[in-house]
């Protein structure tokens, strides 16, 4: 849901998107290309686009480049009605966005496994300093560490299925919301201009 011209733009001006412009540099064959060639480069090969959103993930910058559609009281109710819709649609897309891409490369088996690790550490420390437990409970103790890397995996599976459900759930509402956007268009609801940000 990103504004091609934006993208180029901030490529070309934006010192955030250094790496990703040196790689269009690369690609073009130029060290100074214009907007139109980068415009051109990034609609055409979408790895460039991608290299952007990920950018924007990691410094927690939307990729949803659309505006908050204005309600006018002399639209008909039907306009207005789609207006409220779409604009509910681009709100929920910005709430899952971090869930576009799938799971696979996600970091939860590090985040939760190192909780696992650090509950496991911390028992052993305190039984080790202010008990006996190895000696005389040898087992409890180790089957109380088994428990807490069960649970750990079993957190592990949680996060990533719900990853996985958020993700499937924010690949169909890209599409319903870009089939909706593609339709105000047509029906001139709105303008282009009106909906995605400006550069």
């Given at each position: 849901?990103?504004?091609?011209?934006?993208?180029?733009?901030?490529?070309?001006?934006?010192?955030?998107?250094?790496?990703?412009?040196?790689?269009?540099?690369?690609?073009?064959?130029?060290?100074?290309?214009?907007?139109?060639?980068?415009?051109?480069?990034?609609?055409?090969?979408?790895?460039?686009?991608?290299?952007?959103?990920?950018?924007?993930?990691?410094?927690?910058?939307?990729?949803?480049?659309?505006?908050?559609?204005?309600?006018?009281?002399?639209?008909?109710?039907?306009?207005?009605?789609?207006?409220?819709?779409?604009n509910e649609k681009v709100q929920s897309l910005r709430n899952l966005e971090m869930f576009e891409v799938d799971s696979k490369n996600s970091a939860y088996s590090i985040w939760i496994g190192s909780v696992g690790v650090m509950v496991i550490f911390m028992m052993h420390n305190i039984i080790a300093l202010f008990s006996e437990y190895y000696t005389t409970h040898a087992s409890v103790v180790y089957s109380s560490y088994a428990l807490v890397l069960a649970l750990t995996y079993w957190a592990y599976r949680k996060a990533k299925q719900n990853h996985e459900n958020q993700h499937e759930k924010y690949k169909v509402l890209l599409s319903d919301t870009r089939e909706m956007i593609k339709s105000g268009l047509d029906s001139n609801y709105f303008t282009y201009d009106e909906f995605f940000e400006a550069v």
């Open positions: 849901m990103v504004n091609i011209k934006k993208v180029a733009n901030q490529i070309k001006f934006d010192g955030m998107y250094n790496t990703v412009y040196i790689e269009v540099q690369e690609e073009l064959n130029n060290e100074d290309p214009s907007l139109e060639e980068i415009e051109h480069l990034i609609t055409n090969k979408e790895y460039y686009v991608w290299e952007y959103k990920e950018l924007n993930r990691y410094g927690e910058l939307s990729s949803v480049h659309a505006k908050t559609l204005e309600i006018n009281d002399d639209d008909a109710k039907e306009i207005n009605s789609f207006k409220t819709k779409i």
